[in-house]
């Protein structure tokens, strides 16, 4: 068993997290608590507004995609995959296309992370659903990247 871990802290905002925390010793207990608040910062609190969390699924492009994409766009955030294709934040893609804060009626996108499709009280899962394919068809007509839901439709 390796008794000295690797801690791979440079996915996000995890370091700057951990440098907020003073944490001066990494350890799995101060990354995961880094994670946490990461977390709690950006996504609502279900006990007070319904949504499933992360709605949509990160999508993976061919690398001369993401450089093709970087050319057009030098903000696109972009995580390299083991099998040459990188890995791409749906969350910017959707904030990108203005969908972050959207509400129409009682369905909307969450003001702090553009993943988060929220219920503000009587949306239906038709409204939600809707709302989520109109956010699909944005981000391919801006982007051509397809992106997919990562809850289970019911």
């Not at 996000?12 to 608040?37: D, F, H, P």
């Not at 050319?71 to 296309?97: M, Q, R, S």
């Not at 909307?108 to 409204?127: C, S």
């Amino acid at each position: 068993m390796n008794k000295n871990p690797v801690f791979h802290t440079s996915y996000g905002a995890i370091t700057q997290e951990l440098e907020q925390m003073g944490v001066k010793e990494l350890s799995i207990r101060a990354i995961s608590q880094a994670v946490i608040n990461i977390r709690s910062s950006k996504l609502p609190d279900p006990a007070k507004i319904g949504n499933a969390g992360s709605f949509f699924k990160n999508p993976s492009v061919p690398a001369a995609q993401f450089e093709a994409l970087k050319t057009n766009f030098p903000g696109i955030v972009g995580y390299p995959n083991p099998d040459a294709t990188v890995k791409l934040a749906a969350g910017w893609l959707i904030e990108e296309c203005g969908w972050k804060g959207f509400r129409r009626g009682d369905a909307g996108i969450h003001a702090k992370q553009a993943l988060v499709l929220v219920n503000y009280g009587n949306a239906t899962g038709a409204e939600i659903y809707e709302l989520s394919t109109e956010i699909m068809d944005s981000v391919q007509n801006r982007f051509g990247v397809e992106l997919e839901r990562e809850v289970n439709i019911v």
